[in-house]
């Protein structure tokens, strides 16, 4: 066994061990959890030999739970502090160790855990990243994703691991290659979504997830038990599906699909040009007293372009004049982040209304002839439309949805014949917005919006 090293460690990580006032079990994993991991994961172990690992122990409530199923549990934790906390029967079975650098490899019938997150204990950098897979040739790493690979390294062919990790591995554009590496080394069994707030004593409400999977050779694509665990205590799923995945692997991703949409073409399969605004933040972020008007997602409402709720003008010329921000008459202006506003969508209708979007703001332009942008913008707002939104958007602190899932929306095309109807309700809708009868331009769009809905439901 190893001697504890820092070396590989964040200031922010060494400070969080050093500290004298530290709560041990800020982010613990409850007991409940852990049980519900090894039981839900012993079951896919094929033969009789039972010895079990936690790579990152802490107080051990996964070595209890091995030991409930009748493993031999090993326990590993870098914290030389950490026995004070451990029960007594427990002690003989936890090694002081860096568990990024066990050499005990393919050795584990089971591997279990709820590592280090790089949110508390920051990211990994140095000499030890050669050692991974997932961290060659990087700078730094997320703890949690080294963890990963060092449970599935410890998990011997046949063996299975179960452990937490942060939903943006199962969910984040940028960790699509942590996916391809769970792909390419386990047969995924099942993904669960914990609640928020999962954690004891803890302060964080970091959305995150259980993957169990099983190491072996076969690459060969098979269904994904993919569900929400509510209620931690009995082990309960509050919902569930078993089906094949595609590339994301969040629960929530496959069990809030509407099958009304199925079979629909995609956004990304018309011709609409889609392009992020731009603008300047810190010193060079200033606004004019009058200039080209500068539309934020303030301004975005559900009935038009509203510059009364964000009146800001940018200086021609200035470095804040991004020509490739400006919108036409007719463009589309989407929100694209924030958790009260992202889905928010409008048509720009008049040289009034033209103006530099902001970078949260998408600019779409339809090309296409089979539909027009008063219609895209009605459909977008429809409930359907707008649960689908949130269900490709990605985070959680800070909400958005990229381009390339704005793309997969579905859309369903409209009669060329109710085209006109479509313009013409859109700006009565304004109309009755600049008049100041919110009330008249809601029921328009709520009219629409249903008459949208009926159509969809006969389609489906």
Known sequence: MQEIKLMWMSEQAKKHFNRKDKVLGQFWTPQEVADFIVSFASKYIENNSRIGCDPACGDGVFLKSLRKRGFRPFGVDIDPSIKQSLDEDLKQYVYIANGLELKEENKFDIVVGNPPFSSKYGRVRGQILENFTLGKGRKSQAIEILFLEKFIKLCRLGGVIGIILPQGIFSGIKQSYVRDYIREHLTILAVFSLPRNIFRNGKTTSK??????????????????????????????????????????????????????????????????????????????????????????????????????????????????????????????????????????????????????????????????????????????????????????????????????????????????????????????????????????????????NEIEKNLKKEG
């Open 208 to 449: 995150t997830c259980i993957l169990i999977g099983k190491k072996a050779k076969s690459k060969e694509k098979t269904k994904v038990l993919f569900g929400i665990l509510k209620d931690v205590k009995s082990g309960r799923l509050e919902k569930s599906i078993l089906t094949f995945p595609d590339e994301f692997l969040y629960p929530e991703f496959y069990l809030d699909k509407n099958p009304i949409l199925e079979g629909l073409p995609k956004l990304k399969e018309f011709d609409i040009e889609i392009r992020q605004g731009r603008t300047k933040y810190g010193k060079e972020r200033k606004f004019s007293k009058n200039g080209i008007p500068f539309i934020s997602a303030k301004t975005v409402t559900p009935y038009g372009i509203d510059f009364s709720k964000d009146r800001k003008f940018v200086q021609p010329n200035s470095p804040m004049d991004y020509k490739n921000a400006y919108v036409k008459i007719e463009d589309i202006v989407f929100v694209r982040v924030g958790v009260g506003c992202i889905g928010r969508a409008a048509v720009i209708t008049s040289e009034e209304e033209k103006g530099i979007a902001d970078d949260w703001i998408y600019i779409l332009r339809v090309k296409d002839n089979r539909f027009s942008p008063y219609y895209l913008v009605f459909w977008l707002q429809t409930a359907t439309i707008q649960h689908e939104i949130r269900r490709l958007a990605r985070g959680v602190g800070t909400v958005t949805i990229p381009i390339s899932l704005l793309k997969e929306i579905p859309l369903l095309l409209p009669k060329q014949s109710k085209l006109p109807w479509y313009k013409e309700m859109y700006l009565k809708m304004i109309n009755e917005r600049k008049k100041k009868n919110l009330e008249k331009a809601s029921e328009i769009m709520k009219n629409v919006c």
